[in-house]
């Protein structure tokens, strides 16, 4: 999986627009309006690699921050290096592990987490375009196995991540570690479609039109046969939704987007855990 | 058998579905293609090699994907031809290891395998240099193809035609009347769109015709054993052929 997604890093973006005619754009906005996060959260997304999710949540709580009627001061993304002085460094990622008492409680923070450095680098040089400085942390880590504290974060994503690893309950139960009580897992991933014959027509997109543009646009055809294939191998809806019941999380719902070509679902670590 | 059970696999509603036939089943790099695959790559290649020149691979889809009336056709020729039915038997490669680089470069100044030299080292290319082969799904017209685009820079040489824009019009024009592939003809067609206005005129008056008459009139190329004719003076080789010399204007190449 790590091959794949190192060849795939450079043209992940291109590839993403491609395949999905943009859509992919829109699932992403209403994943994070389906977050509708509040100024002073403390996200952890893993598998971000090259940033989307993050970027999203930022700008979500600054659009919210620029209406008139709240009255406390705005979350700027300052686009000068020397705001970017103030924010924690870099090289402090590669600590074992992440100390997060250095943060202010009151500013909202992201902190992009993923297996593989060339994504990290991707979204890395998106922030520095995006003139986004501050707010935002990128970690090389396993998501079976976080460079966390436990109880530390408010909320924890994972876009079209999930999929690709192989021990998805170890995901979920790190996931549940990190998160403070109280706090919201959301997932974003691709899920099966279960009208059937729109699910024909699905497989036939994918399997015959995927790999094409993969090796018209990406020059890899075997990477995103991959990719279709292991869209296929994912547990549907139900089951996917009792494997985040399994890892102790409450109140799982899930929500189907594009006729199950996508789902969100979402749990929380509440605060009496009775298992 | 371990192959059959990797076959099969389940989906996330618990259904029994096939993999995908994958990678290398035929012959190493083979990727098996249905024909709405084969239109779109053709499509697709054709559109991201006008739009991205420094993507030669898809130039070599284009190729393969639309090759295989044009490979058999030229299989037919070749086992028609004793020397041609050699080449189909013996499978010869072009590559460092069968060819040095080093004798083509101790041949004298005027054989073949002396110009061939020239090419390669004026221009920085490479015989091991080939993009591996996708799509086309018979192992013997791979061979073929294979053996096309080995051949390519020796009827560059044979030709005297240099590697820029018009030079590589002019043996596009030889090996699409030779072949019969239609990539080479699209390339003919449409390569001297690009073409300056004074390479333009060059090639209307002069390269056009001739390499039209060196198409038409010459041996057929593909069925040639060029690695036996590497001390074979050039002239006399052009000769045999029925090749006509490249027009006075050509520069060495």
Known sequence: VYEVFKNVAG???????????????????????????????????????????????LQYIQSQNDDPIMVEESFSIPTNIEAGAYSIPSDYAEEEKIDLSGYKEDTSHVTVCDINQEMLNVGKSRAEEAGIFTGIDWVQGNAECLPFEDNSFDAY????????????????TEAFRVLK????????????????????????????????????????WKSYQYLVESIRQFPNQKKFAAMIRQAGFGMVTYE????????????????KVVK | ???????MYVDGNGQLRERKLGYDELYPGHIPTSTLQKVLLSIGSAGMSLLDPSRDDMIATLGETTGTWALRSIKEKMEADPTGQRILTEQPVINTNTVSIDYLGSLPEGTFGKKYWHFLSKNG??????????????????????????????FHSVLGMPPHMLGEVAVKWVEALQTGLPMCALGALF???????????????????WAIRNGQNAKFLMA???????????????????????PIIASKS
Request: charged share 25%.
């Open chain 2, 191 to 209: 390569g001297p769109l690009r073409l300056g206005p004074k390479h333009t005129k060059k090639y209307l008056e002069t390269y056009l015709p």
């Open chain 1, 181 to 220: 009580p109280g706090g919201r897992f959301m997932c974003l991933e691709f899920s099966q479609v279960n009208n059937l014959g729109l699910r024909r027509l699905y497989d036939s997109y994918s399997f015959e039109v995927i790999p094409v543009m993969g090796q018209v646009l990406a020059r890899d």
């Open chain 2, 125 to 154: 290319f490479s015989p091991d240099a080939r993009l591996p082969i996708h799509f086309v799904d018979d192992p013997e017209l791979k061979y073929v193809m294979l053996r096309y685009r080995q051949v390519h820079d020796l």
């Open chain 2, 224 to 246: 040639v054993y060029w690695e036996e004719h590497w001390e074979d003076d050039l002239e006399t080789l052009r000769q045999e052929l029925n090749i006509e010399p490249p």
């Open chain 1, 157 to 172: 994503t994972i876009a079209y991540g999930i999929r690709n690893c192989t021990h998805v309950d170890k995901v979920l």
């Open chain 1, 256 to 271: 189907n987007l594009t006729f199950g070509v996508s789902a969100i679902h979402s749990g929380y670590k509440l605060l």
């Open chain 1, 11 to 57: 043209k992940y973006d291109l590839m993403n627009d491609a395949m999905s005619f943009g859509i992919h754009r829109l699932w992403k906005d209403h994943f994070i309006h389906r977050m509708a996060p509040v100024e002073g959260t403390k996200l952890l997304d893993v598998a971000g690699g090259t940033g989307d999710i993050a970027f999203r949540f």
């Open chain 2, 1 to 7: 058998m371990a192959r059959e059970d990797d076959r």
